[in-house]
Antibody, heavy 116, light 110 residues
């Protein structure tokens, strides 16, 4: 059974750094793209970027380029999304997804709250 | 890259059929077969309902169907049921970016 299991909810202060994770199982991790989708409170879905774990080819959506870093460690089947300096506007639910043209599996979501 | 345009809300009575539109441009919806649809219930992760315009993943009810004409894709839910009440998002591949989601549609079962 394909699963994407994300790390738990985080509460951070503005300016702090953060790295959240997404562990894939039940399929060959290196053979599928993994993406990160943001959903701000009460808002729609936004793809932040995608990574191909086999060679770490990473593509960012224009709105998120330079704002976050997406990475993957294929030795432990895990993808990451990280911020170097969080802002209050980063408060959102973040989902990892599998796929490129469409997203067939979704993680359970990681709620990130940034508040002073 | 602007979000694809969907109606904010669509409603119908149980048993009826409803259609949600998703309008883009020739650079996204109109240019490729890679249109997908997602269902999201409150507090839950989205779920893939349709991919490549009209294909259903295993386990998705055949009450859900997809189509495309020009720059507009559509999701039709036939035999509407209470459990279909949710938010629905379309998405399209684009050649210039990583793809784009629609604005989302809230489906209400009256």
């Amino acid at each position: 059974e394909v699963q994407l299991v994300q790390s738990g909810a985080e509460v951070k202060k503005p300016g702090e750094s953060l790295k959240i994770s997404c562990k894939g199982s039940g399929y060959t991790f290196t053979n599928s793209w993994i993406g990160w989708v943001r959903q701000m409170p009460g808002k729609g879905l936004e793809l932040m970027g995608i990574i191909y774990p086999s060679d770490s080819d990473t593509r960012y959506s224009p709105s998120f380029q330079g704002q976050v870093t997406i990475s993957a460690d294929k030795s432990i089947n895990t993808a990451y999304l990280q911020w170097s300096s969080l802002k209050a506007s980063d408060t959102a639910m973040y989902y990892c997804v599998r796929g490129y043209y469409y997203f067939d599996y979704w993680g359970q979501g990681t709620l990130v709250t940034v508040s002073s | 890259q602007s979000a694809l345009t969907q109606p904010a809300s669509v409603s119908g009575s149980p048993g009826q059929s409803i259609t949600i539109s998703c309008t883009g441009t020739s650079s996204d919806v109109g240019g490729y077969k890679y249109v997908s649809w997602y269902q999201q219930h409150p507090g839950k992760a989205p779920k893939l309902m349709i991919y490549d315009i009209s294909n259903r993943p295993s386990g998705v009810s055949n009450r859900f169907s997809g189509s495309k004409s020009g720059n507009t894709a559509s999701l039709t839910i036939s035999g509407l049921q209470a459990e279909d009440e949710a938010d629905y998002y379309c998405r399209s591949y684009t050649s210039s970016t990583t793809g784009v989601f629609g604005t989302g549609t809230k489906v209400t079962v009256l």
